[in-house]
């Protein structure tokens, strides 16, 4: 019987690792090759141009004349802005282009703020008619820097934003006004948009965007002095206005899809994921409820480090959540969940223990990639213990060699066999994490909760792992290292704090029962336990 439960037990494991791999290779990323992302480049600068003089090719191919010279001069033009917003962007994000995917992203994002532009131009001048001013205060400026920021950050947002303004100050006629409300726009689009982690957050940075472009409305009022007309003047207002709104609503219908095209996380994706009613975080609490509260209290101190040193707080939470859920494999043979049971590794040889405690990362992945989680989510799963030893076992594998040999004899013990086996933290999420989840494991054990005896724990196991070179691949600084630990220490003190004994109260069970003669009183005599003044 117990030989067919294990092989059932393989057969699906075998099964869950198939159907994970087959999801994670569903997206095949793009080949690294500088000839490839140059030519990613000249294709945006082309497609941009024919986008932008598409009713003049048409004309040019149907007239079989001379090629205009405006066109030769708009595209040189432009070139010089991509090379100088390029070269900017590479001073302050270094390598960023040099990923194909990073300059595919860019792409798309540009030529879909294009075609929306064109596609409204030729609505308005075929079916609504507008004035060509208003209609160029309607264009999706926003759209861009939203969507870029989103994706990646503020400064490629800038970057994407200034070179779509650009593009659309040559559509609308080269309209200088129209170029200053589309930087001004991309400026506050690209600052808010870091923060922008709810669909309602999303269309009110929409709608503020399109306020910043009646400040180029108020100027360019002033530049007709004294021949302006208000409805005009409404007219711009309001056609800015609505610009903003509109960028907000494709980016909230397009944003999925790029998530999906480019495998890239946003806020608002993991805003979805943390919800505690995820079916693992549900499978988590019923069938390991030590290690759920674990994840849970693990995930308040990785987001309060985060925030401490200005990392992703909402990323460490949400990983810190996930970052056990491999322990649904053998929920039993982990110490959170064991409670009042005989402890299984008791009659297990220590590397047998070992083997089934870094077995809990490979399951977690296996289960990160079957319920789609996100890929930052998947590497915590993947780093959170690094290389670190898993000094009980260790201990306790010399002692028994000890035992049998004697001391100073045999070949000692191999240390790389119960290290678990990485790779170590990449990013500053994941240290924080890795930190947090031996911390909040460590706290378990303390006899004494004073801080003191706190602030040595922290600082003997962040210490440790520093020694131990567990940090040396993320990016993360000894002075923001030392403020993780005071953040660890201030959270801990919080959550292990002591209270004051009630006291008893002597007199209550000499009082007679009011409202129902025959109930019996709280008290230690009834087995009911008298309620604390709070």
Not at 38 to 55: A, P, Y
Not at 171 to 190: D, I, K, Q
Not at 249 to 274: A, G, K, Q, W
Request: charge should be neutral; glycine fraction near 8%.
């Amino acid at each position: 019987m117990t030989n067919f439960i294990s092989k059932l037990r393989s057969r699906k494991a075998k099964n869950r690792d198939r159907q994970a791999w087959r999801v994670s290779t569903l997206q095949v990323p793009l080949p690294e090759n500088p000839i490839a992302g140059f030519l990613l480049i000249i294709l945006l600068w082309l497609f941009s141009v024919i986008l932008i003089h598409l009713g003049v090719f048409f004309d040019w191919y149907s007239q079989n004349g001379l090629f205009p010279a405006s066109v030769l001069a708009d595209s040189a033009f432009m070139f010089a802005s991509m090379l100088a917003i390029g070269i900017a962007l590479n001073v302050v994000k270094p390598g960023y282009l040099r990923r194909n995917s990073h300059i595919m992203m860019l792409a798309l994002i540009v030529l879909m703020s294009l075609t929306v532009a064109k596609v409204q131009y030729r609505i308005f001048q075929v079916g609504i008619i507008l004035p060509a001013e208003v209609t160029g205060y309607l264009l999706p400026y926003a759209l861009a820097p939203l969507i870029a920021t989103l994706l990646a950050d503020g400064a490629v947002g800038v970057a994407a934003g200034a070179w779509t303004s650009i593009c659309l100050f040559i559509m609308g006629g080269h309209n200088f006004s129209l170029l200053c409300a589309g930087l001004m726009a991309t400026s506050v689009t690209a600052y808010l948009a870091r923060q922008g982690r709810t669909r309602t957050r999303l269309l009110g940075i929409g709608l503020l965007a399109g306020m910043t472009q009646l400040m180029c409305v108020l100027g360019q009022t002033l530049l007709e002095w004294p021949d302006y007309n208000v409805m005009r003047i409404l007219h711009r207002a309001l056609a800015g206005i609505s610009g903003g709104v509109l960028s907000a609503i494709i980016v909230l219908v397009t944003l999925p899809l790029m998530e999906l095209l480019f495998r890239i996380t946003t806020d608002i994706r993991l805003l979805e994921v943390s919800d505690l009613g995820h079916p693992l975080l549900q499978r988590l609490a019923i069938e390991a409820p030590g290690t759920y509260h674990h994840s849970l209290v693990a995930a308040s101190l990785a987001q309060a480090a985060a925030d401490e040193i200005g990392a992703n707080s909402l990323l460490a939470r949400v990983c810190a959540y996930f970052h056990d859920i491999g322990k649904l494999a053998k929920p039993d043979f982990f110490a959170e969940n064991i409670a009042l049971r005989n402890n299984p590794h008791d009659t297990l040889a220590p590397s047998m223990s070992s083997l089934i405690l870094a077995s809990h990362v490979k399951e977690g992945i296996s289960l990160a990639l079957l319920y789609k989680l996100p890929d930052p989510v998947t590497a915590v799963i993947r780093e959170h213990h690094g290389t670190s030893l898993m000094s009980s076992f260790h201990h306790k594998a010399k002692s028994q060699m000890e035992l049998e040999l004697g001391k100073g004899e045999g070949p000692g013990i191999d240390e790389s066999a119960f290290r678990y086996p990485g790779p170590k933290p990449s990013t500053r999420e994941s240290a924080i994490i890795s930190l947090a989840d031996a911390v909040e494991a460590a706290s378990r054990s303390m006899e004494k909760t004073s801080p003191g005896h706190i602030e040595n724990l922290v600082n003997d196991i962040v210490i440790g792992r520093f020694e131990d070179g567990q940090l040396d691949q993320c990016d993360l600084t000894l002075q923001e290292l030392t403020r993780v630990k005071r953040s660890f220490v201030f959270t801990l003190r919080n959550m292990l704090h002591g209270r004051v004994p009630y006291p008893k109260d002597e007199n209550r069970d000499k009082q007679p029962a009011k409202n129902g003669a025959g109930e019996p009183h709280a008290g230690p005599d009834t087995g009911r336990p008298a309620d604390p003044a709070r």
